[in-house]
């Protein structure tokens, strides 16, 4: 789609540049700016006509779209004259700077079926839809308090062209930014409850602002969170806080760094549960920053399909609203209501754990990147994980592996149960039954007891720990809170001559007594772990309901190739347990290198290789650091090369 750029000021390259790079659906078409030689070296570069005065741009191009990249007080007229000319309309922000006026534009607009949007778009980049996403999935609880800033600093500082600036202060310019995305979680601000406006400014500078340079206003979501904001041209904007969020609820608070930002940095995203210190929230898939022209792109596509939106533009309508009510309270006392002009919350992004069931063959499964082990067997001892699979929660894992041999599913279904814990339609739990389970009657009452103790109606999916049966010892619940020589007296029986004593289950007739807790509803898919090719195989060929995931040990030592081609090829998800806990494994020259490139630890390259081949990887850190580092490694996506180094270290006489 063909895009007439309006004003070619500091902003414009960057518009530009996504307007033309490679991929992108748009095209640039003109430049139009009041300055004629800034235009035309925009246009130049581009190879296309420039202009000085819109109408006859809008006349001589032929672009269905307008990008309005004016200052911020001609961004109103521009608006309209386009909209005027039946073209679509995205506009720098504000929309306006009168309440009326915008709720004009987005009439014009609507009247004639034209799309209008309006930055920023920042509400959909990648910290932000991270923060929103804890919102989304209740680890806040209800939202009763915020604190949010836009330090937009000393334009006269860091800005060739500050005029514009000085002149409508800072709401219209930074506060948009935790306006836009705070309206995008909660939907409208009902009110402005009080505001305040200085004129604070230093007597050096020569010039300053026509509007007050520092405002502070308490709103009131009709949603019901109450949100302090602070906007000032006065506080630096290397302050300590630039453009932070701080929300609290009564389970939990959330800090994002960054409202207006682009891209995403460490500890950008954290997560506090109430009691409990913050956690960083790392970013799990791959992303790239936002780009100025992600939202253009996305209001093309509407019209392209015939759908032209006008969602932004009413946010921006809401925006404008809001700063108008602010400066009047400030001027006149408050509390006093703002215009919704129809605007709603955006749809936060889909869990990122999910089962369908496709039949009565089985289930498909869609997994995190990356999940938490919950074993308690460490470094040849049971350890307690209450804290670890707590950071793990906060940090943002998804994906929690159990089993009743780990003796703490009680423990999980508290923390699960716990105020700021996730929603439970957000978790994906695996249960694994105990060998000593493998009969039909022990197996149902296995996973009845693992559901009593995890607190939840049915598992995500539920799994044979082991293709082998073992007799039976009496039943395992709360197998940790028994002696160690009880322990295993039960979950490793011996004969007269100390070697395990085996019970006559065949893996077919195992496999077909797990069938009957699908069947019941007691698990969402079924899965097999610690298997061979030939004993899949044979689950595959004999049961009544498809395997939807298979867990084995994986590491570069034993990467197991063949069986997970297998597994990929049946569309079978293959979880990896145990990556890091090969002996030597992370002393591996060739891992440190990997990781010295990518800024990785040993553990994140070899987290990291199962990642990018498909696996879920599923590391039980101990180590509050390592439990986020961990995290942050799903993110990363080796190369063919990289993937071929570490492919060296197979050793097929690797054995436990």
Not at 528 to 533: M, P
Request: aromatic share 6%; net charge negative; charged share 25%.
């Amino acid at each position: 789609m063909n895009c007439l750029l309006v004003g070619a000021g500091a902003i414009a390259p960057a518009y530009a540049a996504g307007l033309e790079a490679d991929g992108s659906a748009l095209s640039l078409a003109g430049v139009c700016d009041l300055d004629g030689a800034r235009a035309a070296a925009l246009a130049d570069e581009y190879g296309c006509p420039s202009f000085e005065e819109l109408e006859a741009a809008l006349e001589a191009v032929e672009a269905p779209l307008v990008v309005n990249l004016t200052s911020h007080a001609a961004h109103a007229a521009v608006t309209r004259a386009a909209l005027s000319a039946d073209r679509h309309v995205y506009s720098q922000k504000p929309l306006a700077l009168e309440e009326g006026t915008a709720e004009d534009l987005l009439a014009l607009a609507r009247r004639r079926g034209l799309a209008l949007g309006c930055a920023p778009g920042t509400p959909r980049a990648p910290a932000q839809r991270r923060a929103g996403r804890l919102v989304a999935d209740g680890r806040l609880g209800r939202v009763g308090l915020g604190y949010a800033h836009a330090h937009v600093g000393r334009v006269t500082d860091w800005h060739d062209d500050p005029r514009s600036f000085l002149d409508i202060g800072p709401l219209y310019d930074g506060g948009v930014y935790p306006l836009a995305l705070l309206i995008s979680w909660f939907g409208p601000i009902e009110r402005v409850r009080v505001a305040d406006a200085l004129d604070v400014w230093p007597d050096r500078e020569t010039e300053r602002p026509s509007a007050p340079s520092h405002v502070e206003a308490t709103l009131a979501f009709a949603s019901g969170p109450i949100v302090r904001l602070t906007a000032s041209l006065y506080a630096p904007h290397r302050s300590r806080e630039f453009y932070g969020l701080e929300l609290h609820g009564d389970d939990g608070s959330v800090y994002l760094a960054g409202t207006g930002a682009m891209g995403t940095t460490p500890g950008d995203v954290r997560f506090g549960r109430l009691g409990r210190g913050y956690t960083d929230v790392p970013q799990q898939w791959p992303t790239r920053e936002y780009r100025y022209v992600d939202p253009i792109e996305d209001l093309a596509a509407g019209v392209a399909e015939g759908t032209p939106s006008r969602a932004g533009g009413r946010r921006g309508a809401h925006v404008v609203a809001v700063c108008n009510a602010i400066e009047r309270a400030a001027a006149e006392g408050g509390p006093l209501g703002v215009s919704a002009v129809g605007v709603e919350a955006d749809p936060v992004p889909a869990p990122i754990a999910s089962v369908e069931r496709t039949g009565s063959r089985g289930s498909a499964i869609r997994l995190p990147p990356i999940g938490f082990g919950c074993s308690r067997y460490r470094d040849g001892e049971y350890v307690d994980r209450v804290d670890s699979i707590e950071t793990a929660l906060d940090a943002g894992y998804r994906l929690f592996d159990s089993a009743e041999l780990y003796g703490n599913e009680h423990r999980i279904g508290e923390l699960l149960a716990a105020p700021g814990a996730p929603d439970r339609e957000c978790v994906f739990v695996l249960g694994k039954v105990w060998r000593t389970n493998h009969r039909r009657e022990h197996l149902l009452e296995a996973c009845a007891g693992s559901r009593e103790e995890l607190g939840i109606d049915a598992f995500e999916c539920y799994a044979l720990h082991w293709p082998g049966a073992l007799s039976h010892r009496g039943e395992l619940r709360r197998l940790a809170e028994k002696p160690p020589d009880e322990q295993e007296r039960l979950t490793f029986p011996e004969d007269g001559e100390g070697t395990l004593e085996r019970a006559d289950v065949s893996l077919s007739r195992a496999w077909e007594n797990l069938e009957a807790v699908y069947e019941r509803g007691w698990a969402d898919s079924l899965g097999v772990c610690n298997v061979s090719r030939a004993q899949l195989e044979t689950v595959l060929e004999t049961g009544r309901v498809r395997p939807a995931l298979v867990q084995i040990e994986r590491h570069p030592y034993r990467p197991r190739s063949e069986l997970v081609s297998l597994c990929h090829d049946r569309g079978i998800r293959v979880v990896a347990h145990s990556p890091l806990s090969a002996p030597g494994l992370l002393d591996e020259a060739v891992l440190a290198e990997i990781g010295a490139d990518r800024g990785l630890s040993p553990a994140g390259v070899v987290l990291a290789w199962n990642v990018s081949r498909g696996v879920v990887p599923i590391p039980s850190s101990t180590t509050r650091e390592h439990v986020v580092s961990n995290l942050a490694a799903a993110a990363e996506r080796l190369t063919p090369a990289e993937r071929r180094r570490i492919g060296s270290l197979r050793d097929p006489a690797f054995e436990r």
